[in-house]
């Protein structure tokens, strides 16, 4: 098992070299002369290469290269052009909101995604089956911006139940200030137990975590209908319904037990995806997370934030799939052993 | 080790094929409606400027008279902020999106083939090279990567196209170099290579037609993936520019109307799902009656 672990995470630490020089490259790419726009549109060519120098651009690409990484390892990673804050002090400050709107997102992707899966598997090629197939594949198939766009105006616009936009009704400011410990507004309402401010964050969390599970729940569905599929038919699940279980059990008991493991892969995975969604998300219910600080710094034409934000959600999709990777060996010697 | 021979599929001889790939389709209604969705907007494409009732409005046209008309016997989807009609632009949209599609998967697969084919035959040195290099690509969600290159790149289709396909081979080239790599194992190859045959010829003739179905099947279902990809990088203004009827881009510029004009976002938007859903449900229909084990992701 140790062995295991030294090798994923080795592999790890190589991957994470190689998406390092990936965002360095990406970087180099822009068109145009960095040290010039840096300068501004007035600068004389005198102040352009003194610029140029000041940026280490005069440099060789892989002392350029050996520099950048230096800076990413000690916390360094640029300033924003459009925020003027050092990249990464503005992605700490932005982070736990959209963590916090992925992870209720998850939530709600497991909570509705496993019932629709095994109730597929239960009647496969059914007329309740094939429905929950076509679900999840519209699931898939979304366009998240313009889901929020129309959930936005129906259930706020129109109907009047949930707020359009915002993590927490801003008046509630007054009366119930809000103490600041994780920076997820719904966790610190709920531990300083400030209860008026935690009804409205969580009705503000509702639309866009429902935008966000979209995806998630769909391809959980999926993948339990078929995990279940597979090891229904198996002895040790066949041996249960022979003791007497009801079905209810033999599915959600026996049958499910093998399917969360593959679950629990596909939510790493799809956590760093829903990191990106929120891109296209957060914009709309005006969420102040990672994805409203990468939609303005994608608009501000500010390539140090853009790829400041690319480098995080890489680096937290690489560590979330090493977890999985080393909780499953841990959990399936199997794994280990191939 | 001598290997088991699988079991061969129980198949009653006296069946024929047609028979077999019939009743395959009915117990698949998902693939068939996907399958006629999909060729309802390649016709659409095709026929955009027959069926558009206002072929000048999916360019540079404007009308200042017509601006953000709600939908009408006229303007069955309404008109834009600049007075365009958006049901013709919605059916050019159409010529967009799945040529996109075609052209990332084309060159996804020119630079994924060779390379996860080279890797999974050759082994060695070359196969962890190209492996730790895709490694690297698939260590970012796909969107994200298209994203960052989009980002720095000028704007236009061009770079759409490129930011997406720089991003998409590497999965190709994981899931070819596995099949090939199986494949190099079989009795046949080293018959083959007992035989004489050179090992580029082997590459070519054997290893490749070998092992290209499952990539072929994965194909068809990332056409609706790279159409939501391409339109979610529109929407963020990292795509086609104004006149170009692209959905993504028109579900932008109908952000700022929203609440007053709703059908500028809506059409559109569901024109982006109806296509990815329909190309969705065929790709994993097909799948389903060509690979019926692997029936996930």
């Known amino acids: ?285 005006d969420w102040p997370g990672l994805g409203s600080y990468a939609a303005a710094s994608i608009a501000a034409l500010d390539t140090p934030a853009t790829l400041g934000v690319t480098l995080f959600i890489a680096l937290v999709y690489v560590v979330a799939n090493l977890v999985v990777d080393i909780v499953q060996a841990a959990i399936d010697p199997r794994i280990r052993l191939r | 080790m001598i290997e088991a021979p699988a079991p061969l599929p129980a198949q009653d001889s006296t069946v024929p094929r047609g028979a077999v790939l019939r009743r395959g389709i009915r117990a698949n209604p998902l693939l068939v409606a996907g399958a006629a969705g999909s060729a309802l907007i390649l016709l659409v494409a095709l026929l955009a400027p027959l069926l558009a009732p206002f072929p000048g409005d999916a360019g540079t046209a404007t009308h200042p008279l017509l601006v953000l008309r709600p939908p009408s016997a006229q303007h069955w989807f309404g008109t834009d902020n600049v007075g365009r009609d958006v049901c013709s632009r919605v059916l050019y949209g159409a010529r967009i999106s799945p040529l996109i599609a075609v052209i990332v998967l084309l060159i996804a697969t020119v630079l994924g083939i060779p390379l996860g084919v080279m890797a999974g035959y050759f082994g060695g040195w070359l196969d962890e090279v190209i492996m730790r290099v895709t490694d690297i690509f698939l260590a970012f969600p796909p969107l994200l990567l298209a994203l960052a290159f989009a980002a720095v790149l000028p704007t236009s289709l061009t770079t759409v196209i490129i930011a997406i396909a720089i991003t998409w081979w590497p999965w190709y080239t994981r899931l070819i170099r596995g099949q090939a790599a199986s494949v190099a194992g079989r009795p046949y190859i080293e018959a083959c290579r007992a035989l004489g045959i050179s090992r580029w010829r082997i590459l070519v003739r054997h290893i490749l037609p070998n092992s290209i179905t499952p990539l072929l099947v994965q194909i068809s279902f990332d056409v609706g993936g790279v159409i939501l990809t391409a339109s979610a990088l529109s929407f963020l203004g990292l795509g086609a520019q104004d006149p170009t009827p692209d959905w993504g881009l028109m579900v932008a510029e109908g952000q700022g109307y929203f609440t007053t004009a709703w059908w500028v976002v809506t059409f559109p938007g569901l024109a982006i799902l109806f296509t990815a859903f329909t190309f969705n449900l065929f790709g994993d229909g097909l799948r389903d009656l060509l690979d019926p084990k692997r029936t996930f992701l």
């Open chain 1, 1 to 285: 098992m140790i062995v295991y672990a030294a090798r994923r995470i080795a592999l790890a630490v190589l991957v994470i070299a190689g998406v390092l020089v990936l965002t360095f490259v990406i970087a180099r790419v822009v068109p145009g002369d960095p040290a010039a726009t840096w300068a501004g549109p007035h600068a004389s060519a005198a102040q352009v290469a003194a610029a140029r120098k000041f940026l280490g651009l005069d440099r060789p690409p892989a002392v350029q290269l050996l520099s950048y990484l230096g800076g990413v390892l000690a916390g360094n990673w640029g300033v924003s052009v459009h925020t003027h804050q050092p990249v990464l002090s503005d992605i700490g400050t932005a982070a736990p909101a959209s963590l916090e709107l992925v992870t209720a997102a998850l939530i709600l992707a497991v909570l509705v995604g496993v019932p629709l899966g095994l109730v597929a598997a239960r009647w496969p090629d059914g007329l309740l089956d094939h429905s929950i197939r076509a679900g999840a594949i519209l699931g898939v198939s979304m366009p998240v911006f313009w889901m929020a766009l129309i959930l936005q105006l129906v259930f706020s616009q129109r109907l009047h139940l949930l707020p359009a936009a915002g993590e927490f009704s801003p008046g509630l400011l007054f009366t119930h200030p809000l103490a600041r410990h994780t920076g997820a507004d719904v966790v610190d309402a709920l531990i300083t137990g400030n209860w008026p401010m935690f009804g409205s964050t969580l009705t503000h969390l509702v639309l866009p975590a429902i935008v966000v599970a979209a995806y998630p729940c769909g391809l959980i569905a999926r993948i339990v209908r078929a995990q279940v599929l597979d090891t229904i038919g198996e002895t040790h699940v066949q041996m249960a319904r022979a003791l007497g279980f009801r079905e209810r059990s033999v599915y959600g008991r026996f049958a499910m037990k093998l399917a969360w493991n593959p679950v629990a892969a596909t939510l790493a995975l799809v956590f760093g995806y829903s990191l990106v969604n929120t891109f296209l998300v957060e914009a709309v219910f």
